[in-house]
């Protein structure tokens, strides 16, 4: 694929690929393997440093690192960074098997936990006999200087928690993890809260002991037991180091504290021009990467320069809170990459939750990322003043509580381009339970929306002029896109970070069984053209300003508002399998009677759909290919009559 087909950003200009083909001055070697490796050595080839740290102390501009496979307990600070493109200072996977940073040592040391109660506050008749707790105390030596034991998880800026509506439990929780065999233990926040649970564990007070409980009573000489020790795997101690690469590497067990301030297992340190590729990131806290100024409370300098960040083909796996962080990180590219199981820590409330969120992008490019399975956070979260930013050719699939996919928030200036990208399974964060129960037809005419139900694959509040092009938006439980106004920002915190959520252009596109609503513009300042809906009934299109809401179907769109003119409605089935999209003729009951699907026809057969005008700005299809000569339909396809890898 020629990279720079789907490079082309809103206005027409191409992504800036500042990368260059780097002068090597000098090679270290680091081999924690090797009998003969020490950090007294003179890093060559033949008498290799044994610590990466080491390496990282000797390395000047121009320098490459080079590590032999092996297990490295320790995190590796950068005292320099390259001077440009040309000399960096790139710190990489030798080739011959995995280079394992971890932010956790293993432990040996146990014994039988005893001094305090699992049986308080449990029934008298509750048999506890074959409940086996262990305790280990936590060597001071292992710290040097940072005991996550003894701090919580969001010790920084907590001024825009919302304590009424929010759990604060994880927030409050001990940033150190224990790990077995790989996978860590649920933090408990009582002693005896683990009579009540298996593989669990739980923290004293001073942060100097714990105690935990394994799966069928077994024994931790059993297992590798292992518990962080360290925040972080790579970063800089001195900020605005720049041109640093980190190639290959694969960073585990960090313990990094709920954002903000955004500290990732990764940091660029608040620098400029870093190329983070081939790495993978698993089992971080809270945050695995961060890019950005790394908190809003940090002094901005004259002049300073912050993001022109390369994250490529990197895999980030259970992210406490957030996969990607930044703030104010411009000209960022995100390509290749596979986020999973971000959010598990349940902080979506710290408003930093998400596998990737980023503030203020400008001039950046999100393409063909894989980002599925996060919970109670969204896919992408672009938070405030984008501008010229392109999100194409990516898989946002399996929202669990999920609110929205793609969240692009207060963004009033420029043009911001969502298109080619798959957009699937969106369950919404809601509590059933509060759904209201309306019985007959009350529920049928209420046009007003309210906030008890949501799961939306795109959703905007105060963001004007965003296109969303030649998306597939399917089995959202609420909308497919839904937008609303946030007048009341604009000018707030002496910034422009509010907008009405006018003009935007939502073209081409398939919504499949997406709930209440594909579309739902909060006024008729908005266009659509050319979408296919597929699976909808009811009044799926909506418009809610000004009053009275209007709830349509696709004629009563086109005729009263002038929008879709050329849309279409569909019935077959959509189906989403590992690796694929499979577009079929559905055995379904066809949604209206015969003479409703006169006057409302219904495509059945996906073969059959009709083309549409081509855009200028979504000028690739999912896969990158230049649309130019080809048929165009609806969606990131060039063919939906059978099935569609991904």
Not at 436 to 444: A, L, M
Not at 504 to 530: H, K, L, M, W
């Amino acid at each position: 694929m020629d990279r720079d087909l789907n490079a082309r950003l809103p206005d027409g200009t191409m992504f800036e690929f500042w990368e260059k083909e780097c002068v090597w001055e000098r090679t270290l070697y680091v081999d924690c393997g090797n009998p003969a490796a020490s950090d007294g050595n003179d890093g060559s080839e033949a008498a290799p440093f044994k610590t990466i740290s080491a390496a990282a102390r000797a390395a000047t501009p121009g320098t490459r690192v080079r590590i032999h496979a092996g297990l490295y307990r320790e995190c590796v600070q950068p005292v320099m960074g390259g001077t440009d493109a040309e000399h960096m200072i790139s710190y990489e996977a030798y080739g011959d098997g995995d280079v394992i940073l971890r932010a956790s040592e293993e432990v040996t040391d146990f014994a039988p936990s005893t001094g305090w109660l699992l049986s308080r506050g449990k029934p008298l008749d509750l048999d506890l006999s074959g409940v086996s707790v262990w305790e280990h105390a936590l060597d001071p030596d292992m710290f040097r200087g940072y005991n996550p034991f003894c701090a919580n998880n969001l010790i920084h800026d907590r001024l825009f928690i919302e304590y009424a509506k929010t759990d604060m439990l994880p927030y409050l929780n001990r940033r150190g993890c224990v790990f077995v065999d790989g996978t860590p233990l649920k933090q408990v926040a009582l002693y005896n809260h683990m009579a009540d649970e298996e593989n669990t564990y739980w923290v004293e007070a001073n942060g100097q002991k714990l105690h935990f409980r394994l799966k069928d009573g077994d024994k931790p000489e059993n297992h590798r037991i292992e518990i962080t020790v360290r925040e972080q795997c790579f970063a800089p101690r001195k900020s605005f180091l720049s041109y640093i690469r980190v190639k290959g590497l694969i960073c585990e067990h960090a313990a990094t504290g709920a954002p903000v301030p955004q500290r990732g297992a990764i940091s660029c340190g608040r620098g400029h021009h870093w190329i983070i590729e081939d790495c993978q990131v698993n089992w971080a806290n809270t945050l695995a990467i961060d890019i950005g100024n790394e908190c809003w409370h940090r002094e901005v300098l004259p002049g300073q320069q912050i993001g022109y960040t390369v994250i490529r083909n990197c895999a980030i796996r259970d992210a406490g809170v957030c996969g990607i962080a930044g703030l104010y990180a411009v000209h960022v590219l995100v390509e290749g990459c596979e986020i999973t199981g971000t959010g598990w820590q349940h902080m979506e409330l710290s408003w930093e939750a998400a596998g990737i969120k980023l503030h203020d992008t400008v001039n950046s490019l999100f393409r063909n990322n894989v980002i599925r399975h996060t919970y109670w956070a969204d896919h992408l979260w672009l938070d405030c003043n984008n501008v010229n930013t392109r999100i194409t050719g990516n898989v946002f699939m399996d929202g669990v509580h999920q609110r929205e996919a793609i969240f692009i928030e207060c963004t009033r200036d420029g043009v911001n381009l969502i298109d080619n990208n798959i957009i699937w399974g969106v369950d919404g964060r809601f509590d059933p339970a509060a759904i209201p129960v309306e019985p007959g037809s009350t529920g049928w005419y209420k046009m007003v929306e309210g906030d008890a139900v949501n799961g939306y694959g795109i959703y905007c509040e105060g963001t004007d002029r965003l296109q969303i092009m030649h998306n597939l938006i399917g089995e959202c439980r609420y909308g497919g896109y839904y937008a609303k106004p946030v007048g009341f920002r604009m000018g707030a915190h002496g910034n422009d970070r509010g907008g009405t959520s006018r003009k935007a252009n939502i073209r081409n596109n398939i919504f499949y069984n997406c709930g209440e609503s594909a579309v739902t513009f909060p006024t008729e300042d908005n266009q659509a053209e050319g979408n296919l809906y597929v699976g909808m009934t009811g009044g799926y299109l909506r418009v809610m300003y000004p009053a009275p809401e209007v709830c349509l179907h696709l004629a009563a769109w086109q005729e009263f508002c002038g929008f879709d003119m050329t849309g279409q409605n569909a019935w077959f089935d959509i189906a989403m399998e590992e690796g694929k999209l499979r577009f079929a003729p559905t055995s379904r009951r066809q949604p209206l009677l015969p003479d409703g699907m006169k006057k409302l026809p219904y495509i059945t057969d996906p073969a059959a759909v009709g083309q549409v005008a081509p855009v200028a700005m979504a000028n690739t299809d999912f896969y990158g290919n230049d649309r130019a000569g080809k048929p165009v339909l609806p969606g990131p396809f060039t063919d939906i009559s059978g099935d569609c890898p991904w």
